[in-house]
């Protein structure tokens, strides 16, 4: 028992510790405003996952972080001026507001759209304007794709907001567009944002890793996978098979759970774990594709292939770096007689409590 004992323990609470952290398992909020801008009108659609919607509960009486469905429909007044008192336009320094109230609409992959319309003068305007304030209300590192588009249906700005960038600045005349570089950066950054915050993910690919010995097989488990989701994630993210995360979130805790319940039973050379690998890994790319949809990517000049792209390629840097830090890890105990038995079951355990937790928490909610 003694030392080896001791650090294949330390390990897998750790891995607990870190993993719970981590709430749902995905990183902050992600969410989305389009405006189009027209002669004398700019139409502005704001597009939240519900659970960020239901964030905002504290601030107004209307609404509750429990509502059912007829009480969220009730409570669309409330959220339209919640947001319009959030969402700042000005033109050539004169604030502009809504000149109607707000259409709160829910879809069937749980996001909440708002749409707005601001009226324009007459003799138009130059300096373009604009202020998220309401994402500060949200949690720290919630990101919001921002595409503003002009009456010839061209991308003249697209940006990532934060809390510590919230506005925009835009001249309406420029006739220089934003590049595809931009919009790579920005979709690549948020790809390995999300897979070194998915812990999620991250936990399905160290069970699956944990078997491994040495380079080859790593190798072959990280390719199967990296298959899997990029295949699911450009169905997903081209409209062309969709699935309701209700199934696809609880499915992917179920994943992390038999993962680390077989490797307790069949030891640390489970035949066709490849092949577990992309089955499973098929799944998790619905789940990656969330994002995107989330953010109602697609409606740029460049569509939804370069964004699908850079997510993809910001996702696998990110597993790869992960990787190359937790394998030389992974093999100095699976390859000591002493520890790797110890190191296998312990961290297994620590996994499958943790799809456990998730699956629980996924279909209750």
């Not at 708002?114 to 007459?122: E, M, Q, S």
């Not at 370069?306 to 394998?327: D, K, M």
Request: net charge negative; with cysteine; charged share 15%.
């Amino acid at each position: 028992m003694g030392v080896s004992g001791g650090i294949a323990r330390s390990f897998a609470f750790l891995l607990l510790l870190l993993v719970a952290s981590g709430g749902w398992a995905h990183p902050p909020g992600l969410s989305s405003i389009y405006l189009q801008v027209e002669r004398h009108d700019i139409a502005a659609r704001m597009t939240f996952a519900l659970q960020d919607i239901e964030a905002f509960a504290p601030m107004d009486s209307d609404l509750d972080a429990e509502v059912t469905d007829v009480e969220r429909d009730a409570a669309k007044p409330s959220i339209a001026k919640l947001l319009s008192r959030q969402l700042k336009l000005s033109l050539d320094g004169q604030a502009i507001e809504p000149s109607e109230p707000g259409k709160v609409n829910f879809d069937e992959q749980n996001n909440a759209h708002v749409d707005f319309h601001f009226g324009l003068p007459d003799n138009g305007g130059r300096q373009l304007s604009l202020q998220s304030e309401f994402l500060v209300l949200l949690p720290e590192g919630h990101q919001q794709q921002l595409t503003v588009k002009n009456a010839d249906n061209q991308v003249i700005a697209e940006v990532m907001l934060s809390r510590e960038h919230p506005d925009l600045k835009l001249d309406l005349q420029s006739t220089q567009l934003p590049s595809a570089f931009t919009t790579f950066a920005g979709f690549f950054k948020l790809g390995v944002e999300h897979i070194v915050t998915g812990y999620d993910h991250l936990l399905f690919l160290f069970g699956l890793l944990m078997v491994t010995h040495s380079f080859w097989p790593a190798i072959k488990i990280i390719t199967f996978f990296t298959i899997a989701h990029s295949i699911t994630l450009a169905l997903a993210g081209l409209n062309i098979i969709e699935l309701p995360s209700s199934f696809v979130e609880p499915f992917i805790a179920a994943t992390i759970m038999y993962v680390g319940v077989e490797n307790i039973i069949r030891g640390d050379h489970p035949k066709g774990r490849h092949w577990l690998t992309f089955g499973f890994g098929l799944i998790h790319g619905f789940g990656f594709a969330s994002v995107l949809r989330e953010m109602e990517i697609g409606n740029a000049d460049f569509g939804i292939l370069l964004p699908l792209l850079s997510f993809n390629l910001g996702i696998e840097t990110g597993q790869i770096a992960v990787a190359s830090i937790v394998l030389p890890l992974i093999w100095a105990l699976n390859n000591r007689v002493e520890t790797s038995r110890k190191f296998l079951t312990a961290c297994s355990g620590a996994i499958s409590l943790m799809g456990a937790y998730w699956l629980i928490e996924r279909t209750l909610l």
